[in-house]
């Protein structure tokens, strides 16, 4: 019986539950689905094409910028750093005045400076240059006000 007026008046989809409707694929009764699309599928060509000259120019562009880029970054990671750890090193001993906070306004300075570049050059995007000044001057702020030198 094949798909057709005949199998309408048994039910709608009355093709889609019987096996002759799948007539000329290579599944029988009784095989195993698995098997037979996994064999079929093991036969499969694949085929690479020659990489063009503006590909490989592509990927050697890629590769300058990637390696200058992570410097850059690697710049900006250093500067916070050494905010971060002259802030904890000021925490253990606290500052008297706004003038003991000198070097540490300093170091920010310089974070500043690289983070603006990185965003001026395409290395980083600007709210991630924003959250991480915003890190550092957290961190500056919570220095001056456990000291008492700041009040919110």
């Known amino acids: 019986m094949r798909c057709g007026m005949a199998a309408r008046t048994s039910g709608r989809f009355a093709c889609l539950s019987s096996g002759r409707s ?9 095989v195993n689905r698995a098997n037979t699309i996994r064999s079929s599928t ?6 690479e094409a020659k990489k063009g000259d503006s590909v490989k120019k592509r990927q050697r562009q890629s590769e300058k910028a990637r390696l200058y880029n992570r410097g850059r970054k690697s710049a900006c ?11 904890e090193a000021m925490s253990e ?8 906070l000198k070097p540490v306004d300093e170091l920010i300075a ?22 991480r000044k915003a890190r550092v001057a957290r961190a500056r702020r919570d220095l001056a006000v456990t000291a008492g030198l700041y009040t919110p």
Request: charged share 30%; no cysteine.
């Open 22 to 30: 799948l007539a000329g694929t290579s599944l029988s009764r009784g």
């Open 42 to 47: 093991a036969s499969v060509l694949v085929v």
């Open 77 to 87: 990671k250093t500067r916070i750093k050494k905010v971060m750890t002259s802030v």
């Open 93 to 100: 001993e606290l500052p008297k005045a706004e003038s003991d």
């Open 110 to 131: 310089l974070a500043y400076k690289e983070l603006d570049r990185a965003v001026a050059k395409g290395v980083m995007h600007k709210n991630t240059a924003a959250r």
